[in-house]
């Protein structure tokens, strides 16, 4: 499997998600705010589109990093990715 990268770096995390063609995006839950999804236009959640300036302030408020594959092992384009904590 190909080695998966952990960056908090705005201008990364951006320019990955708009190469694949995807859009930032949270779930909103009352309980838990909203979580940070990248919309790639064919996930069954409910998925609200955001700005990046609120995805980045979500992003950095609670202290999250951009895990990401880039790319597969076969060399394919991959869109792999999760937020996980900085730590």
Known sequence: ???ALKTTN???IRAW?????GRPA????SAKGATLRVDFGEDGER?????WDEFFRIL????LAFLHQNPTES?????????V???
């Open 1 to 3: 499997m190909s080695e």
């Open 10 to 12: 705005h201008e990364v």
């Open 17 to 21: 998600i708009e190469a694949r063609e």
């Open 26 to 29: 949270v779930v909103r839950d």
């Open 47 to 51: 998925v609200q589109p955001v700005e």
């Open 60 to 63: 950095d408020g609670n202290n």
């Open 75 to 83: 060399g394919a384009t991959s869109r792999s990715n999760e937020f």
């Open 85 to 87: 904590d900085r730590n």
